[in-house]
Nanobody, 128 residues
């Protein structure tokens, strides 16, 4: 059974960078789509960025472009999210998610419903 273990996060200052890791455990195959999401209590879950099943396929929402970079480490079967220029409004619980199924291109990396496996969530707090 696949499970995702997140690490990183914590308390950071505005303007700093953040690095979150997501280890994929119990799944030998390193081909999958990985998405990163975040959620603030009382608000909807928000897509932060993701990497598709096909190599080199990435997607970020407009407000994350240039600030966020995601990559997949096939050797260690893990994913990494780096976010620069942190702002207090980036404070949230961050989740990684994995979809091991190869889906048509019409299914977006940002589509949360496609992800069967989710990390435990990790708190990121950005102080002003």
């Amino acid at each position: 059974q696949m499970r995702l273990v997140e690490s990183g996060g914590g308390l950071v200052e505005a303007g700093d960078s953040l690095r979150l890791s997501c280890a994929v455990v119990g799944h030998r195959n390193s081909d999958y789509a990985m998405g990163w999401f975040r959620q603030v209590p009382g608000k909807e879950r928000e897509f932060v960025g993701g990497i598709g099943w096909s190599p080199g396929t990435q997607k970020y929402p407009d407000d994350m472009k240039g600030r966020c970079t995601i990559w997949r480490d096939k050797t260690n079967n893990a994913g990494t999210l780096v976010m620069n220029g942190l702002k207090p409004e980036d404070t949230a619980v961050y989740y990684c998610a994995v979809d091991p199924m190869r889906r048509p291109d019409t299914v977006g990396i940002e589509d949360a419903w496609r992800y069967n496996y989710w990390g435990q969530g990790i708190q990121v707090t950005v102080s002003s």
